[in-house]
DNA sequence: AGCACGCCGACT
DNA sequence: GTCGGCGTGCTC
């Protein structure tokens, strides 16, 4: 028997499997889509596999070699995600062992160590050192922390006479956690003897008897009987001892917790527009019919309540049901509403999660034990079965594409996977991305659309503030006296407030007044962000840091100002013009630990803090019913982009961010600061007109030949030098245009966005295609070819149908 | 990555 | 004539 391996070999990818022998122990027990060990190369180092394909024959018996592991005895891979794995990688340029590492969890990339083995121990009698390395053992570590590098030379002296030998060693991390139980095995009768045996003061021992004669007949943890009977180890450990009860370890599921309780919650009444997009969903889930529909609803017409009860349906109909939201943010709000209506039957998957809680939510999935999963991007591959409905709630959330490899983005695969069980899909937004609408234009996909808001609110009246009017009148460029007095106003009312701006830090930059010098990044060609309670200059893009000058380093004047405001710097302004507010800020500064994020919310939803002051990441489905205000200090900040999507961004967030006022039984207020207040993107998205400008917006792009109406596909070369990076970008563009199409439009090579990031200098070329198969060939061999160039350290990456352009 | 092969210069 | 420098290429 042979097996068709895909090896995980660092630096040296390929899609390739290696044939392997399957050594007659493991022949049963081996399945396709298992995790194997296996050695690689001439010197047979171990690495990990997953098996992809097992046959009887072979046309290269001789040569192969013998697989040396089987890693765990059930698959972790089931057919449909070994043929989806294929799929997403050849689709994405990307290689199959890395769509394998983004399926599973982390725990399941192997870690690779070596170990020193001494073979001729009498050979070492006059190597003290080495000797002392081994120290009387035959087996030791070999990595930078235990052996000194300068005896590297003469240990492969060593391994050459065989006197010692290298050895490589697979760590699989997946580990599962085990709590200790124990169950009672002697009869009431014999625990009522027992009982009455012992001595009055042996208190402990009479409740554990106690508790044993009306205890269940199964294990149950140690832990939990202890803390309730208030008992301790000693007294169990002496009741093992004298046979009356028996210990083991349980295996345990680390289940990712809520900073508070969930509440069970009931499925809501459905309004005449929400019953007949419901309607429509529910039909398709049981006629197990492939349709996606594309549920367009303005924000706080509740789409969540209809994905609840399509779930019901999937699940009723003996399925389960897979649902996607953006990164974190609204992660535990939208966890939370989920689990209220089907509690333990749901799995989560996001990346707050731990390495050993994503593990075990991964085995409850795998082993059918919940039918519902609701996570971030990556879960869509969980390992559900049987699935009848996957929903992509916000589906135009860039958080969606992965940007590095393999860069998919969970729609397609979504849409895979829907394809392959005869699922129904439902793609959710306030704002669709136009690719989406234009699908649902052309009938690819069945428009749903909810006019209204569900709790018969009005959507909030909008106010575009035009602040080079508040400039000119002696106004600040943080707040206008609109913004201010109507602040004043809701908290005189006891309302709460959001307000977005889209910079985080204390200051954009730093400007000498004399002789205009900025300080930059050392790393990347970037202006520092100034960060005043870490009192520092850092770098959004690599992390990089440094004290704030108190003179110019340029020209050594003290006369240093600062320009722009982030979200530290509005924060500090607020409580100095409105001292009364209670503010919570919120960025990547203040959510980075673990849970943050959905302790900052719960504080603003008890009202523990008036105004709500955040970066884009508030602008998504947070649902305060007391919010009756919301302002965006800088509406214009994302319009200057140099991306074809900037209007769209724009357009998206600020309808997005507008929704969250009035949700509740109060009317809402939106008022947008910016510096362009004729843009047809901010004045839409005052109207909250999404037709209008997807209509507006399509015409551009068809202008421009830009998505929808194109296929783009962009390539990015990195090198330390810029001639390096420069010469590879044109190399590639030169033999690329001798292969693509005619209609095919490729523009560049030129530097990107930012030349330098992280020391590396790049250069981008962007291709615009409608049908080209050569150009797709081409790619898939460029990839091949970028093992290559990686060696002299360049980089390629490719990027299909990318989300940035930087 | 890591190991072998191979082709060239410095040395016993 | 041999040892070892690291450039190149392959790994079932």
New binding site residues.
């Given amino acids: 028997m042979y097996a ?2 895909i ?1 995980d ?4 990818q ?1 899609n ?6 399957i050594p007659s122990l493991f022949s049963e027990a081996l399945i396709r889509g298992m995790r194997v060990v ?8 171990l690495v990990q596999g997953f098996v992809t394909d097992i046959s009887d024959t ?1 046309d ?1 018996p001789d ?4 697989i040396s592991q089987i890693v765990e005895l059930e698959p972790v891979l089931n057919d449909e995600l070994l043929q989806l794995a294929t799929w997403v990688a050849d689709y994405n340029f990307a290689f199959r062992i890395s769509v394998f590492q983004t399926m599973l969890p982390n725990v399941m990339r192997a870690r ?1 160590s ?1 170990v020193l083995r001494l073979i001729e121990p009498n050979e070492l009698n006059h190597l003290p050192q080495i000797q002392a390395l081994f120290a009387d053992r035959d087996e030791v570590p070999f990595d930078v922390d235990n052996v000194d590098m300068t005896l590297v030379p003469t240990l ?1 002296k060593l391994q050459k006479k065989r006197i010692i030998e ?1 050895g ?1 060693v697979v760590n699989n991390r997946a580990k599962v956690k085990k709590i200790n139980a124990f169950k009672p095995i002697k009869s009431v009768d014999f625990y009522q003897e027992q009982r009455q045996q012992l001595r009055p003061s042996a208190v402990k021992q009479a409740r554990l008897l106690s508790y044993l004669m009306q205890s269940p007949q199964t294990f149950v943890p140690v832990k939990e009987v202890i803390k309730s009977y208030q008992l301790d180890y000693a007294v169990l450990k002496q009741a093992e001892g004298k046979g009356w009860i028996v210990q083991k370890p349980l295996e345990s599921y680390r289940i990712p917790k809520l900073s508070t309780p969930v509440k069970n919650s009931q499925p809501l009444t459905l309004n005449a527009e929400q019953q007949e997009a419901y309607i429509a969903i529910a039909n398709n889930i049981s006629e197990n019919d492939t349709k996606t529909f594309l549920l367009e609803g303005v924000t706080g017409s509740g789409k969540t309540e209809i994905y609840l009860q399509a779930i019901a349906k999937a699940l009723s109909e003996g399925q389960t049901a897979l649902m996607l939201v953006p990164e974190i943010t609204l992660t535990p709000q939208m966890v939370r509403r989920v689990k209220s209506r089907f509690g333990d039957d749901v799995a989560v998957m996001h990346s707050g999660l731990s390495d050993g809680e994503r593990y075990d939510e991964w085995r409850r999935i795998q082993r059918s034990e919940v039918h519902v999963v609701v996570g971030a991007r990556s879960a869509v591959f969980a390992p559900l079965k049987n699935i009848g409905l996957i929903i992509i709630d916000e589906e135009h959330e860039s958080s969606y594409k992965q940007d590095e490899n393999p860069r998919y983005h969970a729609r397609d695969v979504a849409q895979w996977r829907a394809n392959f069980h005869h699922a129904t899909l439902v793609l959710g937004s306030a704002t669709p991305s136009l690719e989406s609408r234009a699908r649902a234009q052309k009938n690819v996909y069945h428009l749903l659309t909810l006019e209204h808001r569900a709790t018969n609110g009005m959507l909030p009246e909008t106010q575009v503030v035009d602040m080079r009017e508040a400039i000119k009148h002696g106004g600040d460029d943080i707040f206008s006296p609109q913004l201010i007095e109507a602040i004043q106003n809701r908290l005189t009312k006891q309302e709460q407030i959001v307000l977005m701006l889209n910079r985080r830090g204390y200051a954009n930059f730093l400007v000498c007044r004399e002789c205009g010098f900025t300080p930059r990044c050392i790393n990347c060609d970037v202006a520092l962000t100034v960060h005043k309670d870490i009192s520092r200059l850092v770098c959004h893009y690599c992390g990089y840091s440094e004290t704030i000058p108190t003179k110019c380093k340029n020209c050594g004047s003290t006369r240093i100002r600062q320009f722009g405001s982030g979200t530290q710097k509005v924060a500090e302004q607020l409580s100095e013009q409105i001292p009364q507010a209670r503010v919570i800020r919120m960025d990547v500064d203040t959510t980075r630990r673990k849970g943050s994020t959905d302790q900052l919310l719960t504080a603003f939803g008890n009202h523990e803090a008036d105004i709500l002051l955040g970066t884009q990441m508030i602008a998504k489905g947070l649902d305060f019913a007391n919010v009756t205000l919301v302002g965006v200090l800088n509406a214009d900040t994302t319009l200057s982009l140099p991306d074809f999507r900037a209007s769209e961004r724009t357009f998206q967030l600020l309808t997005q961010v507008s929704g969250r006022a009035g949700r509740g039984d109060k009317p809402g207020k939106v008022i947008m600061q910016t510096f362009n207040p004729d843009h047809y993107a901010i004045q839409l998205a005052r109207q909250q007109d999404y037709e209008a400008f997807y209509h507006q917006e399509m015409a551009l792009r068809h202008a421009w030949k830009y998505t929808p109406y194109y296929f783009t596909i962009q390539i990015k070369f990195a090198h330390e030098k810029i001639d390096e990076s420069a010469k590879a970008a044109y190399e590639i563009a030169n033999w690329l245009k001798n292969i693509i199409d005619n209609e095919t439009i490729m523009l560049g090579p030129a530097t990107g966005t930012i030349p330098r990031i992280k020391n590396k200098y790049y250069y981008r070329l962007v291709i615009k295609y409608r049908h080209d198969e050569k150009l797709i060939q081409a790619l898939g061999s460029l990839i091949k070819k970028g ?2 160039l ?2 002299q350290g360049i980089t390629i990456i490719i990027d299909r149908e990318p989300i940035n352009f930087m």
């Avoid at 390739?16 to 022998?21: L, N, R, V």
């Avoid at 296996?38 to 180092?45: A, E, L, Q, T, Y």
């Avoid at 040569?63 to 013998?66: A, G, R």
């Fill in positions: 068709q391996v090896v070999v660092p630096t040296m390929t390739q499997p290696y044939t392997y022998h296996v050695p690689f190369g001439k010197g047979n180092r072979t290269q040569k192969l070699k013998d690779y070596k492969l290298i490589y093992q290559q990686q060696k």
